[in-house]
C-alpha cells in the first residue's frame, strides 16, 4: 500500500468520513474527534509520523493482534518460536519499529491491510 493508502485506511478505522486529496494537505476529511466535535481537518500523516500512528486508536478487541504484529513486524521471536520475549531486546526491536512498520501492524491487525499494492 502507498503512504496515501494507509493514511486514509486508518483515518477511515478511526472514524473519519469525506476523505479525500487537497491542495493544502495530502488528504482532508472529517474529523468525528475535532476539539468541538466534528471539524474539517487534514489526515494525519501515519505512515509516516510516530506521534499520529501512536495516537490513532486501536480497539480493545483488535490489541491483542497489533502486538502480534508488531512482535512480527520486529522480528521477535521467543524460546519456543512463536511467542515474544518480554526481554530488553524484545521490547527494543519494537520500539524502534518505524511509524510505517506500526501503521502496516495496524492495519493487519483490523484487517484492513491491502497486499501487493
Not at 474539517?40 to 502480534?68: H, K, W
Request: hydrophobic share 40%; with cysteine; net charge negative.
Amino acid at each position: 500500500m502507498t503512504d496515501e493508502q494507509i493514511n486514509k485506511a486508518i483515518a477511515e478505522h478511526c472514524g473519519w468520513t469525506e476523505i479525500r486529496r487537497a491542495d493544502f494537505c495530502n488528504l482532508i476529511g472529517i474529523n468525528p474527534n475535532g476539539p468541538k466535535g466534528p471539524t474539517a481537518d487534514c489526515v494525519p500523516c501515519f505512515a509516516s509520523d510516530l506521534n499520529a500512528i501512536v495516537s490513532a486508536p486501536i480497539g480493545f478487541s483488535n490489541m491483542g493482534q497489533y502486538g502480534e504484529e508488531l512482535r512480527i513486524a520486529a522480528g521477535c521471536v521467543g524460546s519456543r518460536g512463536g511467542h515474544f520475549t518480554p526481554n530488553a531486546f524484545g521490547v527494543l526491536a519494537i520500539a524502534n519499529l518505524t511509524a510505517r512498520q506500526r501503521a502496516e501492524a495496524f492495519l493487519r491487525a483490523v484487517g484492513k491491510w491491502e497486499d501487493g499494492q
